[in-house]
C-alpha cells in the first residue's frame, strides 16, 4: 500500500502487549490504534489543531483475523477514509511483516468538538486539507 495519505510505521511487538495465550492481547490492538491515530497528525509538516477543538471517540471496530506474538513485526497502517460535517471515519490495518499477513484491521469513528461545550462542531476545511480522503 504505497499512498502518501496513508501513515505507517513499524513496531516489534513487546512482552507487556502478550496475554496468557501467548499473543497480543485483544486491548493492546486498541491501544495501538489511538497511538496511530495521535502520531499520524504529528507526522505532517505544518498541521496544527485548531485551538479549542478536539476528537472524541463514538465508535471502534476491530476485527481480529490472525494472532501476533512477541517480537513479531508490525507495520502500523493508519488513514482517513471518509469525512462528514462533524465526523471522521479513521480505518487501521496492522500487517505482520513476516509474512505479509494482515493481522488486525480496524476502524474509529471520531467527532470533532468544542472543548469549552463539548459540542460537535464543523471539521474545518482548511484542516480537511491535510487529511485527504482514502477511498475503500
Known amino acids: 500500500m504505497s499512498n502518501p495519505s496513508i501513515f505507517s510505521y513499524t ?4 512482552q507487556s502487549a502478550i496475554d496468557d495465550y501467548g499473543h497480543v492481547n485483544n486491548v493492546t490492538y486498541l491501544q495501538w490504534m489511538q497511538d496511530a491515530a495521535l502520531r ?4 505532517i509538516p505544518g498541521y496544527m489543531q485548531p485551538e479549542n477543538t478536539g476528537w472524541y471517540v463514538r465508535e471502534h471496530r476491530i476485527k481480529y483475523l490472525s494472532p501476533a506474538y512477541l517480537d513479531d513485526e508490525i507495520e502500523v497502517r493508519t488513514w482517513i477514509s471518509e469525512f462528514k460535517r462533524v465526523r471522521g471515519i479513521r480505518k487501521y490495518e496492522f500487517l505482520r511483516k513476516a509474512d505479509s ?3 488486525v484491521e480496524g476502524e474509529t469513528q471520531w467527532v470533532f468538538i468544542e472543548l469549552t461545550t463539548g459540542r460537535p462542531t464543523l471539521i474545518p476545511a482548511e ?5 485527504p480522503v482514502v477511498a475503500d
Open 11 to 14: 513496531l516489534t511487538v513487546p
Open 40 to 43: 499520524h497528525p504529528e507526522s
Open 101 to 103: 499477513k494482515i493481522v
Open 127 to 131: 484542516m480537511l486539507a491535510f487529511f
